[in-house]
């Protein structure tokens, strides 16, 4: 590729990230309406019930629990989404608890609304109008749980519903209210949150068969690591997958405890940088890079086990350094592709493309954390990529194999089927049911020895691809022939009648005995054929014998000539 193409392509590039990145920010993940709480409360009147978001200023009570009397407690208003370790004028960060209240005013008393949390930092307990609708966890007692909770309320007669969250976190490194309340009419909700699953479930479920499948393909064919780490990539995305999006987990089994969950997640997604640049490794190799293949494989190792036996405190904190070191990987991988490009390396640009996806997530997940992430979505565009790029490897490859076993199979000289192609099919044919009605063709060229000696070897080559070519196009679909060497043909007849067979035997005498032009030649050839039918008990050798001792019965008789024989 052109150095000016290829900047052109990076600028590109360049343009879609940012551009992508402000789009997804703007458009797709703020897509749902909003709800702003101005000083605590919300006037409903106007709303028409679509699902929303509660946001805005909260009235914020810290190291207070719900029930206390709070006229005589100091509250502050906190913007939500609200992260505890964020948060300067708090005393408890990350870890400790406190009260959230909110009032909306104007809602029908007689419509059922339904409101849907995805999980709460790290216990919850949520009131409407003094009534507890919905908990996570067990706040008492300091119990942890993240489990999307759906429910139902409805307004007091005056249309007002005066919502209270009570959040606690004795576990987490972040802490806070981190998930806005999602409000609208109950059917709504309901209808919207299975289909997300739905959907959720179809992504985890896709990303697992294709793991499944693509490490069969390694079990048969161990040379390509490639598809090893692309495998492991997206069992790793899948259970990643079930334990983010949706929480689907909690759908599959009760018995998952809160700190297994977080270990799985941490492990999944800290091993997923590693095997991605392992993947990269294996696509693109490079001398200079070989030596890091092992370092990664202990890092991945390292990465997966360390969630598994740390400290929940521990193992997070790691959190932070990782998504920088993900940003500094990102760009190592795509100076690599860079170069993959420019060296026209097949697959580089879908690998450029999908480091430039996991870019807008990682500039996302660093500037605004405590939004939606954007990993899954970017995830499953790179899986794709990944797919593609195998998928289009393994094609390539296995052309490249048909290539090969044709020019294993083929004559070099005429195109036709050689040797070895014809006493295999000889050898298969008399083994198989079939074998009755098959008629063997040993041809031999008469007058061509004197156009070698007399034109040359490349005259006498032409000759042959000349004959060889009226041959093939004399046979029926069904019939196989081969240059047996020399100026020698066999030709394995198959489904024929003896009248059939000696219609072609006469075809063939006429169309090798036509002239052939090399050049300002016109030369003609001659052709004697053996032929003998398939009779039970032949041994390939046998059959090939006895066509062969009749053509040179045929020889004897003079040329263009047939000589049938029907017994041993």
Not at 8 to 19: A, D, E, F, K, T
Not at 249 to 268: G, M
Not at 411 to 420: C, I, Q, Y
Not at 466 to 488: K, T, Y
Request: proline residues 3%; glycine residues 8%.
């Amino acid at each position: 590729m052109k150095i000016k193409g290829l900047f052109l392509y990076i600028i590109i590039l360049v343009l879609i990230v940012l551009g992508a990145s402000f789009w997804m920010n703007a458009h797709v993940y703020n897509s749902m309406a909003h709800i702003p709480l101005v000083n605590g409360t919300s006037d409903l009147s106007d709303w028409q019930g679509k699902q929303s978001s509660l946001t805005g200023l909260w009235q914020f009570y810290p190291n207070t629990r719900y029930g206390a009397d709070l006229s005589h407690l100091q509250s502050q208003f906190k913007q939500v989404p609200h992260s505890w370790e964020e948060d300067a004028e708090l005393n408890f960060s990350p870890y400790g608890v406190g009260v959230y209240k909110g009032l909306l005013t104007g809602l029908d008393p007689s419509k059922i609304y339904g409101f849907f949390i995805y999980d709460e930092v790290t216990a919850y307990n949520l009131y409407i109008n003094d009534k507890q609708v919905a908990k996570n966890g067990n706040v008492d007692r300091k119990i942890p749980e993240w489990r999307p909770t759906v429910g139902a309320f409805v307004s007091d007669r005056e249309g007002r519903a005066e919502i209270a969250m009570e959040i606690s976190n004795d576990h987490y490194y972040r802490g806070g209210f981190w998930n806005s309340i999602e409000i609208g009419f109950y059917d709504e909700i309901v209808q919207n949150q299975q289909r997300h699953r739905f959907l959720s479930a179809f992504v985890s479920s896709s990303l697992f068969a294709m793991g499944v499948f693509f490490l069969g393909i390694f079990v048969m064919y161990r040379r390509r690591a490639d598809t090893m780490y692309f495998a492991l990539i997206c069992i790793c995305m899948s259970i990643y997958s079930l334990l983010i999006v949706e929480r689907l987990i909690h759908q599959l089994t009760n018995a998952i405890s809160w700190d297994l969950l977080v270990r799985l997640e941490y492990a999944t997604g800290y091993v997923l940088l590693p095997l991605f640049c392992l993947f990269i490794l294996k696509l693109f190799p490079t001398k200079k890079l070989q030596v890091l293949e092992k370092s990664l494989v202990l890092i991945a190792i390292a990465l997966g086990i360390m969630p598994m036996l740390l400290d929940n405190q521990m193992y997070t904190l790691i959190f932070a350094p990782y998504k920088y070191l993900s940003v500094i990987c990102i760009v190592i991988i795509s100076l690599m592709l860079v170069k993959a490009i420019h060296d026209g390396a097949k697959g580089s640009y879908l690998m450029l493309t999908a480091c430039a996806v996991i870019a807008i997530a990682l500039i996302k997940e660093l500037g605004y954390p405590n939004e939606y992430s954007y990993i899954p979505f970017a995830g499953l565009v790179v899986i794709w990529c990944f797919a593609l790029i195998v998928i289009e490897r393994f094609a390539t490859t296995d052309k490249r194999n048909q290539l090969l076993e044709r020019r294993i199979e083929l004559d070099e000289l005429t195109g036709l089927r050689n040797r070895a192609y014809i006493l295999s099919s000889i050898e298969r044919y008399t083994e198989s049911i079939q074998a009755a009605g098959a008629y063997l063709l040993f041809l031999d060229l008469d007058g061509f020895k004197s156009i070698n000696d007399t034109y040359g070897h490349h005259v006498g080559d032409k000759v042959l691809i000349m004959v060889s070519r009226g041959l093939q196009v004399a046979l029926d679909q069904d019939d196989v022939i081969a240059r047996f060497g020399g100026d020698e043909f066999l030709i394995l007849a198959q489904r024929k009648d003896q009248a059939e067979i000696e219609a072609l035997a006469d075809k063939l005498i006429h169309v090798v005995g036509e002239v052939v032009l090399v050049g300002e030649l016109d030369l003609t050839v001659g052709i004697s054929i053996g032929i003998s039918p398939y009779i039970k008990g032949d041994l390939p050798k046998e059959w090939i014998a006895r066509s062969d001792q009749a053509m040179y019965l045929s020889k004897r008789g003079g040329s263009n000539r047939y000589t049938i024989l029907t017994h041993k």
